[in-house]
């Protein structure tokens, strides 16, 4: 930011707090919000859309557009107790050393975050801007994910005793809010955020703190039965899973509280088993997040660092084929054509788009960072450990190389996710949409259809591919260094030993 002093507008610095929203977007079960509360003085609310964090790598519009509606709800709740979030398009280091120009800022608040490396720079900076000029800077747990944390040893106990701690509520009625002077808000605003943020796009769920709870609700009372009948089927599991992942994501509904919303339901719930399953991934989606908190380096490198030796020629025609759904493997194209149009397919959707790529298509997991900026839900620390354990990267988990054809037939059974985001195919009898390269010229001709015209021959032969991916694997899975690092992964992020298992088709 350029040097931009602004003169002192107040006669006397009032003393103040900063509540600093970040990923938790939401005023329910909000510890920062509560603690601002008690340190009984003005409040100001703020966000900071940081260009910084827009422009970086794993960004994409759908993102920004989901945390401006979240903001649009917010400050509708927030209008009746007379008050708003205080928006910034600018560095919020550069926001907080403007406001310290009229406020003497004692306090902020915010949550933990565990994100990528811009963000996490961020916080460092912010952290010695604090210390430099005695700003209290006091950060709440998030997901039960633990900072610094020595030891996995009874993380989930510690996980399940942070789930099931009461509600955190502020009390918003009587909180003494900050009304910003003209002056100092007009500096601190920055340029307007891109219009496109602030347009509805009506193929991607809807930002918010109200519609998270609708989705929590009508899941717990109406659609939480089929979830584990229907989680791995990717047009059946658009309504069948709780769809709560981009509401978490961004915060607008904490994990402690679907925690306590499903317990509270579990009681009465007509399949308990159900219920059960869904808290066993609420307890996963932490997992993961808490790995990529002990071992950040996994967004740049293998976390098996033996298998930066594993090469991969980047192939660009393969890439964009891939990223457009044009690889002529209808479930994959589907998958990926769906993504880009909606931010979200389903868990086992996505484990079939990476195999294929990192394995069949034979390219480098850093050129995943496509899916990054097209999953509406973006988790950095669930993207990266996932990415490296369907990658084969760790050399402690299970090798999944999933079969597409096997997967489509499994769980497209009817070729309805297909027809529906692969249109060319729509009249091809089901005996051949999965495989429609195995009409012959005369079908081809009777259905009015053409291989490589209307819709592309697959670019790589599925079953050799696959078998070729293995084999080079399977023998890094075999050397030393892979072994020696593996050793080092299980200390770290385990207590036992891990199982290694080739499943050559999924």
């Known amino acids: 930011m350029d040097n931009v002093t602004i003169p002192n507008v107040l006669n006397v610095k009032e003393a103040i707090s900063i509540v600093w929203f970040k990923r938790d977007l939401r005023l329910y079960d909000h510890e920062p919000l509560f603690l601002a509360q008690q340190s009984q003085l003005p409040v100001l609310l703020l966000y900071c859309f940081e260009p910084s964090v827009m422009q970086y790598d794993d960004s994409d519009v759908r993102h920004w557009r989901f945390v401006y509606e979240s903001i649009v709800d917010l400050n509708q709740r927030l209008s009746s107790f007379g008050t708003q979030i205080q928006v910034c398009h600018q560095e919020v280091i550069d926001v907080i050393d403007l406001l ?6 004692k306090h902020i608040y915010s949550h933990q975050e565990t994100g990528n490396k811009v963000t996490y720079d961020r ?19 998030t997901n039960g994910v633990v900072r610094k944390l020595k030891s996995r040893k009874n993380w989930e106990l510690r996980w399940k005793e942070t789930m099931s701690k009461p509600i955190i509520k502020a009390d918003l ?8 002077h003209p002056t100092v808000k007009e500096v601190i605003v920055g340029p307007e955020v891109p219009s496109e943020l602030t347009i509805r796009n009506e193929n991607f769920q809807q930002g918010g703190e109200t519609i998270a709870w609708k989705y929590l609700r009508n899941f717990l009372q109406d659609r939480y039965p089929t979830y584990s009948k229907h989680i791995s089927k990717p047009e059946l599991s658009r309504r069948s899973c709780s769809r709560l992942s981009p509401y978490l994501t961004y915060g607008n509904i904490s994990m402690h509280a679907v925690y306590h919303s499903t317990m509270e339901r579990y009681p009465t719930a007509t399949n308990k088993r159900v219920l059960s399953n869904f808290i066993s991934r609420l307890h ?3 997992h993961f997040i808490q790995k990529f908190e002990d071992e950040c380096t996994m967004e ?26 044009q690889t002529g493997v209808p479930l994959i194209d589907a ?13 086992r959707m996505r484990a079939m788009v990476v195999s294929f790529f990192v394995f069949n298509l034979w390219q480098d997991w850093r050129d995943l960072h496509f899916l990054a900026k097209q999953f509406l839900d973006y988790e950095p620390g669930i993207h990266y450990s996932q990415t490296h354990m369907q990658s084969g990267i760790t050399g402690v988990n299970t090798i999944r190389i999933y079969n597409p054809i096997k997967n489509s037939i499994d769980h497209d059974e009817n070729g309805v996710f297909i027809r529906k985001w692969v249109p060319e195919l729509a009249q091809i009898p089901l005996s051949f949409i999965h495989e429609p390269w195995k009409l012959s010229a005369m079908e081809q001709q009777l259905y009015g259809f053409e291989l490589g015209r209307d819709y592309p021959a697959p670019i790589v032969d599925v079953e050799a591919s696959r078998q070729k991916a293995a084999d080079i694997v399977w023998s890094f899975r075999k050397s030393d260094d892979v072994k020696q690092e593996g050793k080092r992964i299980l200390a770290k992020h385990t207590n036992a030993k891990g199982k ?5 088709k999924q």
């Not at 460092?124 to 747990?141: D, G, R, T, Y």
């Not at 293998?302 to 457009?324: C, F, G, L, T």
Request: aromatic share 16%.
């Open 335 to 347: 998958c990926m054509r769906c993504l880009v149009a909606t931010g979200y397919i389903n868990f």
């Open 284 to 286: 996963w989606h932490c």
């Open 173 to 180: 009625a009587n909180f003494n809010f900050l009304i910003l």
């Open 500 to 504: 290694f298992t080739v499943h050559k």
């Open 300 to 325: 740049f490198v293998p976390v098996n660092k033996a298998y930066d030796a594993m090469i991969k020629p980047r192939y660009e025609a393969h890439i964009i084929a891939w990223q457009s759904g």
């Open 100 to 105: 310290k120009n009229h406020y003497d800022i």
């Open 123 to 141: 916080d460092l900076a912010v952290q010695k801007f604090c210390l430099n000029h005695n700003i209290i800077w006091k950060e709440s747990l």
